[in-house]
């Protein structure tokens, strides 16, 4: 026994000296490792290399990290908006919603006329170009919320503004403009004399956008009477925002040089130049129709147009840097507009939606009340919560100098797909009224137009199955980028240490994760550290986020050690465990909403529904995940590692679901939280929200009456058929107030303007359109 112990001990000795000491692992063992990933590790692209070295990495880090550190998210300080900002929020922004709705702008094809000259002189195309060049300098966040805004009224304008302060000419020039190019275009630009648009996407090459064939060739040619070095640039583009309108193009195309005018390198890549839209040759100007939306966007084109160098944004030095510019770019500006949008959407399905389930009575009751319409509205109010949460979060994050492109793909994808939801349940609860378009429908134009956000800046599928975790593996992970630094480093020594350092760090930080995961899941993670300035009804919440923290950075490590490089092209997995990554995000994100806001308990229903809802979904794809996973030996033990008692989450309740409905339903300091930033308008000009909204108080006075009457009525104090003959008999019978009479009758009449639908002369469609001539009947024999 005694020997086999001293053995034991030697035994354990010898891997411990062998692992613990650089000087001797590293031939033993992390040389020979790093020759076989040299052999297998797949080659990466310039294109590729720059997409994942784009941007930063923020609390992603830390989800990846499997330990979290919440005090760091916590004191992230909460956005907020300058006197400046908040007075362009409560003026400006509010005169243009005034000015344009989603009907009319249908109706016109366009905005009309006086709202783009608002636009143009307000500065709201100027909203990201610094002071010094005449823009507004606006944060992120104010930025964010302008956008969410506009949505609320009308999406032509929200995506006509958030398009020239999101990734186009503007972004790009800030960044990598010569002083001569800043100094023209973006005072111009600031004030609206110039419309942008960027035009990337080629007919041949649209999620794959680094494939496109548009093309440039550097030569000399003539340029305001003398020969000067340029490129003949031939491309072809379709779906581009303004660009039917726009005056300055941003052209993204790849750049060659046959005839090494510009040094030794034949394909210098993708170049962005900016092209004013009135040059000879280039064509704008027809249109597409997104779904109705019926903001500017459509194809445009050009054959052999000469250019000088000088176009070239940052000029000639920059020549084949474009990808790289787009990639850096796209991480802040798909931060802030869909998100915006997408918010904004809700916010105004909720705001809206909600106060006509009260109104509207069907069975003798308010919709909202019947359980099979508190569901949806459960999810509205909790899938709303967290979307601002993150919307409020990402943007707080890029006005801190991030620019969080793991992050940006999360919160493009799951606010435009909640976004999608929510939407979808508003539908379902108004029925017809939702359906038939018109002046006094609210929520049938969003819903038509949902996919174009799911559509843009990196499509949906796209973004979920290759994007959130494909880059948060590598960017996110504290060792696998420097392994694969390494991997691919020419200097062998310097390989050679760097390696071993990223190699054994990730075997110890693989190993604590698994170890972490398996402790928290045996003890419920009660043991958990939870910082003691976190609101205690949450502690739970922080400690199971760290427990699925440390099993998902567990999973991954494992995953990419079973299957490689070809994880990448699972890409159902790898959607999954994006998935996962994202639901602690936004779940982190509605814990610090529920801290920045003053712990509102009043707000607990709605910050409890998104979590659980969040710790189930993520739950559901750790399933997703081991289940399908390649080897059932290895999945079996990933599931006995993280959950080793089980599966602790379950859909959040129906009474829980019964409170967030509840909020929707009545005025309250929470659902204008909800809401804040709704356009609302007037109920005596008619506006939608602000009608319903009066109609909801209205209606909840009444009910109160109402209810006096029926009572009097079944105590056989009053009799009547008709309602108004019951009201006239409760009057008489002082069983109500003459006043409350008053109060009946206009709860009755605005609860009749608002499920009103409207409706058109018979051949409305066919006098709005023009009507082609008519082909010659044929003659029908007698
Ligand atoms: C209204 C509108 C406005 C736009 N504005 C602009 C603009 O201003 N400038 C500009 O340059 N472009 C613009 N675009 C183009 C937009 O970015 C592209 O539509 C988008 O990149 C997707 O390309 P696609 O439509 O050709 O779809 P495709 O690339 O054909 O994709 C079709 C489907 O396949 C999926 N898919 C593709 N590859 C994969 C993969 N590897 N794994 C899983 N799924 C995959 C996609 O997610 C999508 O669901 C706009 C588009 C629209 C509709």
Same mark, same amino acid.
Do not use: H, V
């Given at each position: 026994m005694t020997t086999f112990l001293i053995v034991l001990a030697a035994l354990a000795a010898a891997i411990a000296l062998v692992i613990g000491v650089p000087a001797i692992r590293r031939p033993l063992i992390s040389n020979r490792v790093l020759a076989v990933f040299r052999k297998v590790m797949p080659p990466m692209s310039q294109t590729e290399a720059d997409a994942i070295n784009a941007g930063t990495v923020w609390w992603d880090g830390d989800l990846f990290?499997?330990?979290?550190?919440w005090e760091k998210l916590l004191a992230t300080p909460r956005p907020t908006l300058t006197p400046e900002e908040q007075s362009f929020l409560d003026n400006e922004t509010e005169q243009l919603c005034a000015m344009v709705n989603d009907w009319e702008t249908y109706d016109l094809g366009d905005l009309p006329p006086h709202a783009w000259q608002f636009i143009k002189d307000k500065g709201f195309l100027g909203m990201i170009i610094p002071r010094q060049y005449?823009?507004?300098?606006?944060?992120a966040y104010a930025h964010s919320q302008v956008v969410t805004k506009l949505s609320t009224r009308c999406s032509a304008a929200a995506i006509s503004v958030m398009v020239p302060n999101s990734l186009g000419p503007a972004e790009l020039l800030l960044h990598y403009g010569t002083d001569e190019q800043k100094n023209h275009y973006l005072p111009r630009l600031a004030k609206g004399l110039d419309i942008p648009a960027f035009g990337l996407t080629n007919p041949n090459a649209?999620?794959?956008?680094?494939?496109? #064939?548009d093309l440039g060739i550097v030569c000399k040619g003539m340029w305001e009477g003398r020969e000067v070095l340029g490129m003949r640039v031939t491309w072809e583009k379709r779906y581009i925002t303004l660009g039917p309108i726009c005056t300055v193009l941003g052209l993204a195309f790849r750049l060659y040089d046959p005839d090494r005018l510009l040094g030794d390198t034949e394909d210098l890549g993708i170049t962005c130049a900016l092209v #004013?839209?009135?040059?000879?040759g280039v064509n704008i100007g027809r249109r597409h129709n997104p779904l109705n939306a019926v903001f500017q966007n459509g194809p445009n084109s050009g054959k052999d147009v000469f250019m000088p160098l000088d176009w070239i944004i940052g000029g000639p030095k920059m020549a084949g840097q474009g990808w790289r510019m787009l990639m850096e770019c796209l991480a802040a500006g798909r931060s802030i507009s869909l998100p915006s949008s997408a918010t904004g959407l809700s916010k105004l399905a909720v705001r809206g939606t909600g106060a006509y389930a009260r109104v509207r009575n069907q069975f003798k009751t308010a919709i909202g009340k019947f359980e099979g319409i508190e569901e949806p509205l459960a999810r509205m109010g909790g899938n709303l919560y967290m979307m601002d949460a993150a919307r409020t979060m990402t943007a707080g994050a890029v006005d801190l100098g991030e620019k969080p492109s793991v992050i940006s793909g999360i919160v493009k994808y799951h606010l435009t797909e909640r976004g999608r939801l929510v939407v979808n349940d508003a539908m379902d609860i108004q029925g017809g009224k939702g359906i038939c378009l018109g002046p006094s429908n609210f929520i049938g134009r969003a819903y038509q137009q949902i996919p174009v956000a799911i559509t843009v800046e990196g499509a949906n599928i796209l973004t979920r199955s290759l994007i959130i975790f494909g880059q948060g593996a590598i960017r996110c992970h504290p060792y696998v980028l420097k392994e694969m630094q390494a991997t691919r480093d020419a200097d062998r020594a310097r390989a050679s240490r760097d390696f071993d350092h990223a190699f054994w760090g990730h075997i110890g930080f693989t190993v604590r994760n698994g170890l972490r995961a398996f402790v928290t899941g045996l003890t419920g993670s009660h043991w958990v550290r939870v910082p003691a300035n976190v609101a205690q009804e949450n502690r739970r919440y922080y400690q199971q986020l760290t427990r699925f923290s440390s099993a998902f950075a567990f999973v991954a490590d494992v995953s990419m050690l079973v299957m490689g490089g070809s994880l990448k092209r699972k890409e159902k997995l790898s959607a999954r465990l994006g998935d996962i990554l994202s639901m602690m995000y936004l779940a982190s994100a509605a814990l610090k909403r529920y801290e920045d806001e003053g712990r509102q308990q009043a707000d607990k229903p709605l910050l409890d529904w998104a979590l659980w809802d969040a710790m189930f979904r993520a739950q559901n794809a750790f399933e997703g995940v081991l289940s399908n996973y390649p080897s059932r030996l290895v999945a079996t033990l990933l599931h006995l590692v993280i959950f080793p008692l089980g599966r602790p989450y379950v859909v959040p309740s129906d009474r829980l679901g019964q409170k967030v409905a509840k909020l929707l339903i009545e005025p309250s300091a929470t659902r204008d939280r909800l809401t804040a930033g709704t356009y609302l308008g007037s109920p005596e000009r008619d506006d939608t929200l602000g009608l319903i909204d009066a109609a909801m108080e209205a209606a909840i006075h009444a009910e109160a009456i109402e209810a006096r009457i029926r009572a009097a009525q079944k105590a056989k104090a009053i009799v009547g058929r008709a309602p108004s003959e019951l009201v006239q008999a409760a009057v008489a019978a002082n069983v109500i107030t003459a006043a409350e009479r008053d109060q009946l009758t206009r709860a009755a009449a605005l609860r009749d303007k608002v499920v009103r639908v409207d409706d058109f002369a018979q051949d409305w469609r066919v006098r709005r359109e023009e009507v082609p001539p008519a082909a010659p009947r044929a003659r029908v024999a007698a």
């Open positions: 990290s499997g330990k979290p550190r005449g823009g507004k300098e606006f944060s649209g999620s794959d956008a680094a494939s496109i #064939p #004013p839209a009135s040059t000879p």
